[in-house]
């Protein structure tokens, strides 16, 4: 067990170094940087001479090292991360470190991306585990139908019909914070958290919806896969009552593809969330991102590009962890 823990995280860290050079790579595909989307705003809004705006926006150029080989920035990059958690300067939010804007909402994307996660597979393998039994039946088919819409209809759309629903039909007039004003600046109370739900709950319900048709779908399928394996049924021969073969012996072997399915569920949790986020215009990574990738921020965007992949690659790991501990032949392999 210890060499296969080992193994793994070996792997993981050199997938994590390959990711973090694609993600600033791919940043500068695009034609131009933060200078040029810095000199043409000048141009535009600051009415200054293309003469002008090319000095400014060559001194920005010195000022955040975007001159050079990309390979020795990105290593320069990469090296600041590791020995100083510098993630590099906002450059479009006055020189502010990466990190600190980090600091200040990656810890809310993950809270209500791990919400949704809780939500999705709690309720969707239960779910899945009650229509299994009832294959073809008109619960299995209702639930399918729901599980279609839910993943068919984008979260972008979902989101804008309840803020619709929630300014105009209850008449909420806080859409885009995560408090009321009167609560932004008081001390914790059970009045401030009760206020942070009304807040936040469309974001961890939509984020979540599609993740409870995915692990219903794949609980169910799984779970029928189990129930017509042979040892299910000498199970039955021997005369056990069916909740103690499906609770004992069916759903424990069902859960093996559930479990590998995690490892990538919670980027897809973060996904569903940044969708949302950027719609209510929650203060979150999510409109962050959006703003880092219109104005050309590449540090904004490669940094959180590469934490959306660390938590892709730490869920895997996981999802190996747990998989081994349920499963002593995978540990082997």
Do not use: C
């Not at 073809?136 to 639930?143: Q, T, V």
């Not at 996904?271 to 921020?297: H, M, N, R």
């Amino acid at each position: 067990m210890v060499n296969y823990l080992i193994r793994r995280t070996l792997f993981a860290v050199v997938v994590l170094i390959g990711i973090s050079f694609v993600s600033f790579v791919v940043i500068e595909l695009p034609p131009g940087d933060y200078a040029t989307t810095y000199k043409n705003r000048l141009i535009n809004q600051a009415g200054m001479t293309p003469q002008e705006a090319e000095a400014q926006a060559q001194t920005v150029r010195e000022r955040y090292g975007l001159e050079g080989p990309l390979v020795e920035r990105w290593f320069h990059w990469v090296k600041g991360i590791l020995t100083k958690g510098d993630f590099g300067p906002a450059m479009s939010y006055g020189g502010k470190e990466v990190s600190e804007l980090l600091r200040e909402r990656l810890p809310r994307t993950i809270l209500l991306a791990l919400s949704a996660h809780a939500i999705s597979s709690v309720v969707g393998i239960a779910i899945g585990i009650y229509i299994a039994q009832r294959q073809y039946g008109w619960a299995d088919n209702l639930a399918a139908f729901f599980a279609f819409i839910l993943t068919s209809i984008p979260r972008f759309s979902l989101a804008l019909i309840v803020a619709y629903i929630l300014v105009f039909g209850f008449g909420q007039q806080s859409i885009g914070a995560l408090y009321s004003p009167q609560y932004m600046m008081a001390p914790w109370s059970w009045g401030k958290f009760v206020d942070l739900i009304k807040h936040v709950w469309p974001v961890i319900l939509i984020a979540g919806l599609g993740g409870v048709a995915q692990n219903m779908r794949v609980m169910r399928g799984n779970l029928l896969d189990v129930l017509n394996s042979q040892y299910v049924t000498t199970a039955r021969s021997k005369g056990l009552k069916e909740n103690r073969v499906i609770n004992r012996h069916a759903v424990p072997n069902a859960l093996h593809a559930i479990i590998m399915y995690q490892g990538a569920v919670l980027p897809y949790m973060v996904q569903g969330e940044l969708e949302v986020a950027i719609v209510l215009s929650i203060p979150t990574v999510s409109p962050l991102f959006y703003d880092s990738i219109s104005k050309s921020d590449q540090y904004v965007t490669a940094s959180i590009l590469l934490m959306t992949s660390v938590l892709l690659v730490v869920g895997n790991l996981i999802a190996d962890i747990a998989l081994a501990w349920l499963d002593p032949r995978i540990r082997y392999e």
